[in-house]
């Protein structure tokens, strides 16, 4: 099983660990096939279809994220027009659970900004 540290290894964050833990082992083995089938299936071409947003758009990582590289998180975000990337230091998979606060601060700055 995924190690749960990987997903919030955030100080104080024992409680959203378990609740992550909770989700995986209700999880079937053809559940995470069918996922695997369906990036696999018809794969989209992000590099084409990214750059049709027209939705201003805010991309939270978390600096820890042992399962989407910040490289990767950098060129997503320069595909998207109007978009922006903030990278929340010292935080894992899941910024939105571990640091809700703070992710709402920035999201509230973003469409403020943009007179949204």
């Known amino acids: 099983m995924v190690s749960r540290a990987l997903h919030a ?6 409680h959203i660990r378990r609740w ?4 995986l082992a209700r999880a079937t083995p053809e559940a995470a096939d069918r996922l695997f089938v369906m990036e696999t299936e018809q794969p989209i071409d992000w590099a084409t279809r990214l750059p049709q947003l027209h939705t201003p758009t805010l991309i939270v990582h978390g600096e820890l994220d042992a399962f989407h590289r910040i490289e990767h998180m950098r060129y997503t975000q320069s595909l998207i027009p109007d978009s922006e990337l903030v990278v929340m230091e010292g935080s894992g998979h899941v910024p939105a659970l571990t640091r809700p606060l703070e992710v709402a ?6 469409f403020t900004a943009r007179g949204v």
């Open 9 to 14: 290894p955030e100080p104080d964050t024992e």
């Open 20 to 23: 992550d833990e909770s989700i």
């Open 105 to 110: 601060a920035h999201i509230e700055r973003f």
